[in-house]
């Protein structure tokens, strides 16, 4: 049988069939992609499906579970990750092993590792973790008056708290952090809040007592800091003072900094044991001793607001001959 014009009518048939199906699994799709966005984040992930979101926890937070290295990819990737995590580890003993002469390694760095305060190369939920900055990178740093960039944040750490110098751009060493930070930041998507972040400052820092700080570190610390503060290993017990130590530039050269890093972190075993005033005498003490100044402080907080509690080498003399106005450092004038 054809139409008028001779087209078969089975083929119009045939035809409009095809369509009817083709539509209907259109429809089919677009309905199961509707269920995946409305279906909970903390499903389990179907083998074989990508994902780019980490599964968040209760109340819609962002889980602190970063990867296991037993499931670092092979190849270049995965030996950049490794070396990038042997580099946050053992950052010094690493780097100074492989300089050519000893005085260039300790040029290049001083006694600490990231680890020294960044526990467990940086996965460690309660100290100072780095899980997820690769997430928070670039970002506008007040100190530096500018966006920073991942790369640049890490040679801030390198000339500041590890005392040394920077990575140049294009270092394969530099390259392995940045790839081993992503790896431990897998899934966290851009502008997340993330719970274990910026929570080692002291807001509100008693007026310290450095003598009662004195008598609280020959009583608690000496065991792994060693009496003279320069430590028994950058992972067992970093150097808080001296030429092995971070400079006066680091973010733990503050009082705020440095009190709540110790109240939060100290000690271990023990954390958020001392009070407020302990850990303000403790940091006192630890932050009168001598360290190596930062080179051009004056650079630092250019748009203004510099903090008051930099405990730079001027702070320090005046606590040995006792002069300091606690209050002023403080903010409390």
Known sequence: MSNKKGFPMALLAGVFVLGLIMVLSMFGMQVAKEKRAEAPKD????EGEETTAPAPVAGGKIAHNPPSLD???EGPL?????RGYELTNNTSEVLRSEAATPEDGEKLVNELSCTSCHAGAGMDEHSSSMVG?????PMYIPRSGKIVTLEDRINGCMIRSMNGQKFEANDPDLKAMVAYLTYISEGIPVGAELDWRHLNSMDDVPVPDV???EQL???SCIACHAGDGSGTGSNTGPALWGSGSFNDGAGLARMGKMAGYIQRNM???QENSLSDQEAADLAAFILSQDRDSYPTPEKDWPNGNRPSDIMDKEKREQVKNGTIDWNEVLGKN
């Open 71 to 73: 499931d670092v990819p």
């Open 43 to 46: 499903t389990e992930v179907a």
């Open 133 to 137: 900055v690769s997430a928070v990178y």
């Open 78 to 82: 995965g030996e950049a990750i490794l």
């Open 217 to 219: 570190y020959n009583q």
């Open 267 to 269: 000690p271990i075993g």
């Open 211 to 213: 003598d009662a700080g």
